[in-house]
C-alpha cells in the first residue's frame, strides 16, 4: 500500500478498518513540513497501519451450526484449484481478483466491528474494540470513514477520516485535526484495502449451503477454516484457531458483501500484549449504489487543496490562490502565487481583524516573518519565496 494512504483507510482505512485508514504524507511540489507536522502525520500513519493489521484477524463467536458444503463430501480441494466464479464449488482465498470492487458500482457503504475478550494473569478481564462506518463514491471521489476504539485501559477515542478528490482530512486522538493534498496517484482504493488480508488467508474455501441473503443481497456462502491461515505470514501469528469463519459472495456479480472471523488469537493491536483470548471480526458492503454525503469535517477548516484558496486553515486565514494546504493543530503551510510581500499585506491586515497583535516583522534576503500574540498565544508566519516553483510558501507555527 502507498505509504501515503496507509491510513486509510485500512483506511480507511482504520483503526483496524484497513480497516481502520490511510496515513498520507504530501510529495511532487508540496511544500515541507517541519517537524511537528512530520510527527502529527506520522501519527496518524501509525493508527492506520495498527488498523490494517487488525483486518487479517480472525475473529471471535461460537455455538454456530455448521451447514452442509454445497459439493459434498470431505474431500478438501488441492491448493490453488478452484474457478474463484461466485457459485463454484469452491474458492482460492490467495487470489487477489476475489477482492476487487464491483464493477458497476459508483457509491457503497461500508461497515466494521473488531472485538477482543481475554483473561489478564490477575485474573482480570482484558477486554478491546474497534467499530467504524464509511461511505465510498467513484465519481466524485469522495471517501469517509469514522472509527470509535476502546480497552480496559484507555478511554474510547474516535478517528475519523475524508478524502473528498484532492484533499485528505484527519479528525482525532492527539493530534486533533489536520489537512492535506493528495493526488489520485497516492490513493488506493478502500474496498480492496479493507479486504486486503495481508497474506493471512490462504488456500480453498468450500462453498456451503443453504445460499443466503446478507443486507439485502443474494450470496454463496463459503467457510474460512483454521487450514486457511497462511502460517508463513507473521499477521498470522496474531490468530490461532478460527471457530467460525464465513465468505459471502453477492450471485449478481460475485463481490464480497460479508466477511466473519471468530476464534483464538493474540491481542497485539489495540495493546501491547501476547494475551490470547476470544477475538471478532465482521466487515459488511452495503448501500450499493445509493446516495452518500461526504463533507469534510466541521472543524478542519474550509481552505481549499486545489486552486480555490481562500477561507481559513487550523483557525487562521487562507489567501485566495492558496494551494497544498497543509493544515493540524498549531501548524498550517501551504503554497500561493502571490509575492512575498502581497502575502506579508495580507496577513497584516486578516490578522490583526482576527483579534492579534503584530508584535514583531524581520525581512531578509526576499524572506519575511510576522510574529503575532492573541491571548497569551503566538503566531509565527514565515514567507518564503520558492525558486523551483516560483510561488511563495508560506509556514505558520502556533506557540
Given amino acids: 500500500m502507498n505509504h501515503k494512504t496507509r491510513w486509510l483507510f485500512t483506511v480507511l482505512i482504520v483503526l483496524g478498518l484497513t480497516a481502520l485508514a490511510c496515513a498520507t504524507l504530501t510529495g511532487g511540489d508540496t511544500p515541507s513540513l517541519p517537524e511537528a507536522a512530520t510527527i502529527a502525520v506520522e501519527t496518524g500513519e501509525q493508527v492506520a497501519t495498527q488498523i490494517a493489521e487488525i483486518t487479517p484477524e480472525p475473529i471471535a463467536t461460537s455455538g454456530q451450526t455448521e451447514p452442509t458444503p454445497a459439493g459434498g463430501g470431505d474431500t478438501e480441494p488441492e491448493q490453488g484449484a478452484g474457478s474463484n466464479e461466485a457459485g463454484a464449488d469452491s474458492i482460492n482465498l490467495a487470489d487477489p481478483s476475489l477482492y476487487l470492487q464491483p464493477t458497476g458500482v459508483n457509491t457503497y457503504r461500508t461497515s466494521l466491528v473488531y472485538s477482543f475478550s481475554g483473561q489478564a494473569a490477575d ?34 477515542e474516535t478517528l475519523e477520516i475524508v478524502q473528498i478528490e484532492n484533499m485528505m482530512y484527519m479528525v482525532g486522538g492527539e493530534f486533533g485535526c489536520f489537512s492535506l493534498p493528495v493526488t489520485e496517484e497516492e490513493v488506493d482504493n478502500p474496498y480492496q484495502e479493507l479486504l486486503d488480508t495481508g497474506g493471512t488467508l490462504t488456500g480453498q474455501a468450500q462453498r456451503i449451503q443453504p445460499d443466503e441473503t446478507i443486507n439485502d443481497i443474494p450470496v454463496y456462502v463459503y467457510e474460512i477454516t483454521t487450514a486457511n491461515l497462511d502460517v508463513s505470514d507473521p499477521t498470522t501469528q496474531q490468530i490461532e484457531v478460527i471457530t467460525f469463519g464465513r465468505l459471502y459472495l453477492a450471485k449478481d456479480g460475485g463481490y464480497v458483501v460479508r466477511v466473519v472471523l471468530d476464534g483464538r488469537g493474540k491481542n497485539t493491536v489495540l495493546e501491547e500484549s501476547d494475551l490470547v483470548g476470544d477475538v471478532h471480526y465482521e466487515l459488511n458492503y452495503f448501500g450499493h449504489n445509493q446516495p452518500v ?107
Fill in 293 to 399: 454525503d461526504i463533507a469534510p469535517p466541521a472543524d478542519c477548516g474550509t481552505a481549499g487543496g486545489g486552486d480555490e484558496g481562500g477561507g481559513t486553515a487550523g483557525g487562521f486565514p487562507v489567501p485566495e490562490g492558496a494551494a497544498d494546504v497543509v493544515s493540524m493543530p498549531g501548524l498550517v503551510s501551504f503554497g500561493t502565487p502571490q509575492t512575498v510581500d502581497e502575502v506579508a499585506a495580507y496577513y497584516k491586515t486578516e490578522m490583526v481583524n482576527q483579534g492579534w497583535t503584530l508584535s514583531d516583522e524581520t525581512s531578509f534576503a526576499g524572506l519575511a516573518t510576522l510574529t503575532f500574540t492573541k491571548d497569551g498565544k503566538t503566531a509565527n508566519i514565515t514567507i518564503t519565496p520558492d525558486q523551483a516553483s516560483g510561488n511563495t510558501l508560506v509556514l505558520i507555527v502556533e506557540g
Fill in 123 to 156: 485474573g482480570s478481564t482484558v477486554t478491546s474494540s474497534i467499530t467504524g462506518e464509511g461511505a465510498y463514491s467513484v465519481d466524485p471521489y469522495q471517501v469517509r470513514f469514522s472509527f470509535q476504539t476502546s480497552d480496559s485501559a484507555v478511554p474510547g
